[in-house]
């Protein structure tokens, strides 16, 4: 079936320091979307973005963090500067429509020291 | 806020069993229900949706009931497989917010040959 794919599968980074998480959604998809699960915790939804802007974002989505998607590449999170209690696994999720179902990629775990 | 309960955190079974993980949601509109399922190492996989009353969602022989009465979409199988141990998760879609999806904690299903 279709694919979502997520670059690094891990980052250990510093507390501070600026982070970049890539998604690589299906092709043909046009919503996209991330979610964060800490360890042993629900997945929470962060954030989804449409025709180039941010549709609905949650609470979890601090002004840290920041979405793109520059030409049609990959979509990015970016959380800059990044704290501890930033580590989770970072899912993206892709979806043709606005009802669809989400492909969801394999996912990122992000570790802040 | 929207809310999903799965009252089982972990089930154990043998091949050939009959599987029931219950999933009861809180929600203020009028929201299309999911199931996903997710392999060690994977993202969750799309199971199968359902978007209106007493409509029943089904697929690899899982399936569920949407009830809008007892606000519950339960998920069941009738004889499970080695194969279907998994972490299985429910989720609503709240298509009023960009299609956002709110999960459960997820289940564990651990199946014994």
């Known amino acids: 079936g279709p694919k979502v794919l997520q670059i690094p599968s891990h980052q250990i980074i510093d507390m501070g320091q600026m982070v970049t998480l890539n998604c690589d959604p299906v092709s043909n998809h046009l919503y996209f979307y991330w979610y964060k699960q800490i360890l042993g915790q629900q997945m929470e939804f962060l954030v989804n973005f449409y025709n180039g802007k941010v549709m609905e974002k949650s609470k979890l989505f601090k002004d840290q963090f920041s979405v793109e998607r520059p030409d049609g590449s990959y979509f990015t999170l970016k959380i800059q500067p990044t704290a501890l209690e930033d580590s989770a696994v970072y899912f993206c999720?892709?979806?043709?429509?606005?009802?669809?179902?989400?492909?969801f990629g394999p996912g990122t775990r992000l570790t802040v020291l | 806020g929207d809310s999903v309960t799965q009252t089982e955190g972990q089930v154990a079974l043998s091949e050939e069993d009959f599987l029931t993980i219950h999933c009861n949601y809180s929600?203020?509109?009028?929201?299309?229900l999911f199931w996903y399922v997710q392999y060690p190492g994977e993202g969750p996989q799309f199971l199968f949706r359902a978007s209106r009353d007493k409509e029943k969602g089904s697929s690899r022989g899982f399936e569920a009931t949407y009830d809008k009465g007892t606000t519950s979409f339960h998920l069941r199988k009738a004889s499970v497989q080695e194969s279907d141990s998994a972490v299985y998760y429910c989720?609503?879609?709240?298509?009023?917010?960009?299609?956002?999806?709110?999960f459960g904690i997820g289940t564990r299903v651990l199946v014994r040959p």
């Open positions: 999720a892709s979806s043709a429509d606005n009802y669809a179902e989400q492909f």
């Open positions: 989720a609503l879609g709240d298509h009023s917010a960009g299609n956002k999806l709110t």
């Open positions: 929600a203020s509109g009028y929201p299309a």
